[in-house]
């Protein structure tokens, strides 16, 4: 029995439960092994039946119980109920990362021939996994500017499969109207995916929209503490039969501890995304009053160009602030990223650490200046990732980081 279906009371209102009640409760059997209040850690790659007879109706009852671990175990099916509800969908299919969830549903999804259509604005190497290697599969990747749905419709042919987007993008934080995107996969009758990775259930819904699959990496605001990788799909589970079927041969699956740190990690998760989302708003005002900043990215601004649709379909902007030094070249940026002493140079988000990078150097030292134009990279970008920590102490790190500029 699974949490929150078993609302059949008297007064069977609609009233869903919030997201913190979600969180701590849904997936969860009310009464578990050995009394525990917690889920235990079955370290198990097999398991067993009683008999013959056992294994004949797990198979033609299509029983929900263990079989062999990388078709998936009993603790990962209450993570992945828990995550269904939290985003308000019928399935979720854990990985063992984002990135192995995104291989996994398009190596579900497309044949050779097929297309898929971007807005280029996104994690770089979900762009790499197209260009570099769906292509050998003969699969054809088109990118259209980010928001721009006139130009993602005139890229949709008929081969066309899956039309994907981030949103927020990642670092330029750039909002999907996540209804018109749902509207322009069905009416070409393609399925909508949306990476949400930095929306999070507690921000935005995509499903409610109308979009077709929502992705995570849960290595970052769902698991929250930055000690784990992991990724989820949440769909409908039609649409989800053959991406957990090819999963079971793909492998990339979580261990049960791995499996243990996401639960506990997602039952403080509306907790830290208040934080997340209070800290990201108050350094993304105080950037913008800051002399030594040139530009803000920063969904919660109504500076920022999709301000507006934000407000819309998100409940808050999340914890990711992106921003411009002025007048500065590489190094000088270089050198606020190394002032920081609250901050920790790293890649990655969404954990209790505040992190920040130079996209430059962390992500994009690679490709050449032509690329980095076209990603929208400049060398003076900074990306700043607020942690939990207190509002005033990574404003007063970021001040004294800053300062050394001013003097320059
Ligand atoms: C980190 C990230 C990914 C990749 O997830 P991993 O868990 O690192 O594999 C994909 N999309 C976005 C938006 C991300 O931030």
């Known amino acids: 029995m699974s949490f929150p279906s078993d609302r059949s009371g008297p007064r069977s209102e609609q009233r869903l439960p919030g997201p913190s009640t979600l ?66 969908g019928e399935e979720a299919i854990l990985y063992s990362s984002g990135m192995a969830a995104i291989v996994g549903l398009f190596m579900s999804k497309l044949n050779s021939g097929d297309e898929v259509v971007f807005f280029d604005e996104c994690y770089h190497r979900s762009r790499e996994f197209c260009a570099k290697h769906l292509s050998r599969f003969g699969v054809v990747t088109r990118q259209v500017k980010a928001c721009d749905y006139e130009a993602m419709e005139a890229a949709i042919t008929p081969q066309t499969r899956l039309v994907v987007s981030e949103s927020p993008t990642n670092p330029h934080l750039s909002v999907v109207d996540l209804e018109r995107f749902a509207d322009l996969g069905r009416r070409h009758g393609v399925d909508t995916l949306i990476d949400a990775t930095l929306a999070t259930p507690y921000n935005a819904r995509p499903i409610e929209f109308g979009i077709d699959f929502v992705l995570h990496s849960a290595t970052k605001y769902m698991g929250g503490h930055n000690d784990l990788l992991a990724g989820v799909i949440v769909g409908q589970s039609e649409k989800l039969a053959d991406v957990r079927t090819l999963r079971g041969i793909m492998g990339a699956v979580n261990s049960a501890h791995n499996l243990y740190l996401l639960q506990r990690g997602l039952k403080t998760f509306e907790l830290r995304m208040l934080r997340h989302n209070a800290n990201g708003q108050a350094v993304a005002e105080f950037l913008e009053n800051h002399p030594a900043v040139e530009r803000v990215y920063y969904p919660g601004l109504a500076s920022h160009p999709y301000h507006e649709v934000a407000r819309r379909t998100m409940r808050g902007y999340g914890g990711l602030v992106t921003f411009l ?84």
């Open 325 to 408: 030094i002025k007048n500065a070249d590489w190094r000088v940026t270089a050198d606020v990223v190394d002032r920081s002493r609250i901050a920790r140079i790293a890649p990655s988000l969404g954990g209790v650490e505040t992190l920040i990078e130079q996209p430059l150097v962390m992500s994009y030292y690679q490709c050449t200046v032509e690329e980095r134009k076209r990603f929208g990279i400049p060398d003076n970008m900074i990306r700043l990732a607020c942690g939990i920590e207190n509002e005033e102490d990574i404003i007063a790190d970021l001040e004294q980081a800053l300062a050394g500029v001013q003097r320059t």
């Open 23 to 88: 969180a701590v409760h849904a997936g969860e059997d009310r009464h578990k092994l050995g009394h525990a209040i917690t889920d235990p850690v079955i370290c198990a790659s097999t398991f067993t039946f009683k008999d013959s007879q056992a294994v004949i109706d797990y198979i033609e009852q299509d029983q929900e119980r263990g079989e062999y671990g990388r078709y998936g175990t009993p603790g990962e099916m209450v993570v992945e109920r828990k995550l269904a509800a939290m985003e308000g």
